[in-house]
């Protein structure tokens, strides 16, 4: 049971490139979410999906798309790289909206 | 809105001995849930403790326990018999207990560093 899987670990990207940050969860958890974290400050939810085929917007969405085509997965897709996007990216998963979150090891994410 | 405020940016404690964290938050629902974080150099997001605001007793988890005052809108952490691998970041968060909503918000953090 490796729980919230998230590759790749680091990445740089360039202004204006794009870049699909996985997640996998082996918990067969429904709910899936994904969150930056900027320096110094708690993290802020982007993007979040409630079952396979449905997704929705947290706090934070521009800039970024998601796509849950199975219980497992739950890619985050940046199309257009900006400074701005800088940050660390945590995938986290519950079995349902009120339980607790379980979170992945984070991608650090650098745009130059 | 919901806010969640730590206002300790940096804490320390030595080895053994005991440390407690602040949070307060502000919200006008009357349902929700209160978590504490923890996240250490590795940078992993660990639960460490969850709260249902509906219950009057105090969740504990081990070494770990909380001081939740419903009406000030507290929820402290308290960490007896420190030790090293305690040191990192502490998170506490936020999640309103209602249908279709399941954003957890999080405060900036405190810093604690366990000194041997």
């Known amino acids: 049971n490796a729980g919230v899987t998230q590759t790749p670990k680091f990445r740089i990207l360039k202004i204006g490139q794009s870049m699909t940050l996985q997640c996998t969860q082996d918990?067969?958890?429904?709910?899936m979410y994904w969150y930056r974290q900027d320096p110094g400050m708690g993290l802020k939810l982007i993007y979040y999906s409630v079952g396979a085929g449905i997704t929705d917007k947290g706090e934070v969405p521009n800039g970024y798309n998601v796509s849950r085509s199975t219980t497992e997965d739950f890619p985050l897709r940046l199309e257009l790289a900006a400074p701005s996007q800088t940050s660390v990216y945590f995938c986290a998963s519950s079995l349902a909206g009120t339980e607790t979150q379980y979170f992945g090891p984070g991608t650090r994410l650098l745009v130059l | 809105a919901q806010t969640v405020t730590q206002s300790q940016p940096e804490m320390s404690v030595q080895e053994a001995e005991t440390v407690t964290l602040s949070c307060t938050y502000d919200?006008?629902?009357?349902?929700?849930?209160l978590f504490w974080y923890k996240q250490p150099p590795s940078r992993q997001m660990i639960l460490v403790i969850r709260q249902e605001a509906y219950k009057q007793q105090n969740a504990t988890e081990n070494r770990f326990s909380v001081n939740f005052q419903k009406a000030a809108k507290s929820f402290s952490l308290k960490i007896s018999d420190s030790q090293l691998g305690d040191t990192a970041m502490y998170f506490c968060a936020f999640m309103i207990q209602r249908a279709g909503s399941y954003q957890l918000t999080f405060g900036k953090g405190t810093k604690l560093s366990v000194i041997p």
């Open positions: 919200t006008s629902e009357n349902n929700y849930y």
């Open positions: 918990m067969n958890h429904n709910y």
